[in-house]
């Protein structure tokens, strides 16, 4: 039975997360009459650039949207953290975010909500509504609360995400699984919006993400085989967008948001390798198999994308660096990044202390310096490359700025960061909640 939720359209809000596309794409897009939905919305809304989160990672920055606090609150710096004490890698899950949710709050509220593949929610915790994890999600069931939610996404063959590996097999086969696993969210997001009681819904679509990652080059180039898909692709976007449009009518209000913004790659940087060439890392081996190798005479090392740490004797079992030399030497590791060069162009915009962009009451296990680098340069945290800069099977990288945020209601002007989203939110649904560090554009 066809349901659209007439009841309770009172301060409803519908939110469509587009990972990792830029707003400057999509006005280019809306220009070129390639998503016209899109464009109809738009002459009665306001589409913003909006700024990530530092680092510009997805976990890190889908973390921030859905709890509208720093990394220093929420406890998420990057898709993979070390353990306490150690050179141990984990992946932090969603028994690592130390501050409520967005659907946590209104849960208090006995609101509804619908969460579907937003990152870094696996393993699906309980909530008053139903929630589908997003990436890293292994297991759909352990994904998917409640119990009947996951019968129903089992049923329709369901997939979490995109196979990437594919990308080593042919751009092609990716392509396909990408219009695959997107026909099967797509399919997910209207069945829940449809059936089921909400107050807050939330569908994300992470197949941008993974067509930007690899096929940046094919929308830059005409002649790329797989041009006309990446267009194509994005008039399907417009088409869930309109779909979604239709079902909000004028009562609802709709936001569309993205995680950070994209750009071609001119050069990836390997940090490790920046920090080996400079003297600030050592390994006990030739060739690394992981952190735990790690030289006791090392001053710093990386992690993806951005993050350094200084190897501290104090947090770490091969830490060399006193307590009282911690601030010269990352002031020095700091001042050195700012200098890095290439050809004569500046590797960095910004390198910030963990103080100067976080605060709370998990800042001590925040990295000790983040890099953000100038549009082209996807720094990473590989201990296996033996050069500073290369190319890989990407053609596309994140950026910091040039996020999407859209909202169908005129607002006023002033710049939008991503931690924003969640008290926009709340405002427009008249709850109450004072912890945020972001504040409603409204």
């Known amino acids: 039975m066809f349901n659209f939720i007439k009841k309770r359209k009172k301060n409803k809000v519908a939110v469509l997360g587009i990972d990792g596309v830029p707003c400057s794409l999509l ?21 913003r650039e909006m700024d990530a989160s530092i680092p510009e990672v997805s976990s890190t920055s889908w973390t921030t949207f859905m709890t509208g606090v720093n990394p220093g609150k929420h406890n998420i710096y990057g898709f993979m953290g070390l353990k306490p004490n150690s050179y141990s890698l984990y992946f932090p899950n969603s028994g690592d975010i130390k501050s409520d949710t967005i659907w946590d709050i209104l849960g208090k509220h006995n609101k509804q909500s619908i969460v579907i593949n937003v990152p870094s929610t696996y393993p699906a915790k309980p909530l ?19 119990h009947s939610a996951f019968e129903y996404l089992q049923g329709i063959g369901y997939r979490m995400d995109v196979d990437s590996q594919k990308a080593g097999v042919s751009l092609e086969a990716l392509a396909e699984d990408i219009d695959m696993t997107f026909r099967k969210r797509t399919e997910a997001l209207l069945h829940f919006y449809d059936h089921h009681v909400w107050d807050l819904f939330i569908g994300t679509i992470t197949e941008t993400d993974r067509l930007h990652h690899f096929l940046w080059s094919a929308l830059e180039d005409d002649a790329h085989s797989l041009h006309g898909f990446f267009i ?15 079902r909000c009518g004028s009562d609802i209000t709709f936001l569309i948001v993205s995680d950070h913004g994209f750009t071609d790659i001119k050069q990836e940087v390997y940090l490790n390798a920046w920090l080996m060439e400079k003297g600030y890392l050592k390994f006990r081996k030739e060739s690394p198999e992981s952190l735990e190798d ?12 951005s993050r350094i740490y200084i190897n501290l004797k104090q947090r770490y079992p091969s830490g060399c660096v006193e307590g009282t030399a911690y601030d010269a030497m990352r002031l020095k590791v700091k001042e050195e990044l700012l200098d890095f060069h290439i050809d004569g162009v500046k590797v960095m915009k910004q390198v910030y202390t963990k103080e100067e962009i976080y605060h709370g009451p998990n800042l001590y296990s925040a990295p000790d310096l983040v ?14 490359k033996k050069t500073v800069f290369g190319r890989s099977i990407f053609t596309g990288a994140h950026t910091q700025d040039n996020a999407t945020f859209f909202i169908n209601k005129p607002i006023p002007e002033g710049r939008i960061n991503i931690m924003d989203v969640a008290p926009t939110v709340l405002k427009i649904m008249d709850i109450p909640h004072a912890d945020f560090d972001g504040k409603s554009v409204l």
């Not at 890293?136 to 352990?142: F, M």
């Not at 008039?235 to 779909?243: A, H, R, T, V």
């Open 27 to 47: 006005r280019d897009f809306i220009r070129k009459g390639i998503m016209p939905n899109l464009s109809s919305i738009v002459t009665g809304g306001s589409l």
């Open 294 to 305: 790690i030289h006791p005479e090392s001053i710093a090392f990386a992690l993806d994308p």
């Open 232 to 246: 194509d692709f994005y008039k399907k976007i417009d088409s869930l967008i309109g779909q979604i449009v239709d």
């Open 128 to 146: 008053k509504g139903i929630l589908t994890a997003g990436f890293v999600s292994v297991d759909l069931q352990k994904a998917t609360y409640p």
């Open 371 to 384: 890099a953000l680098s100038n549009t082209g340069y996807d720094l990473k945290g590989s201990i296996i």
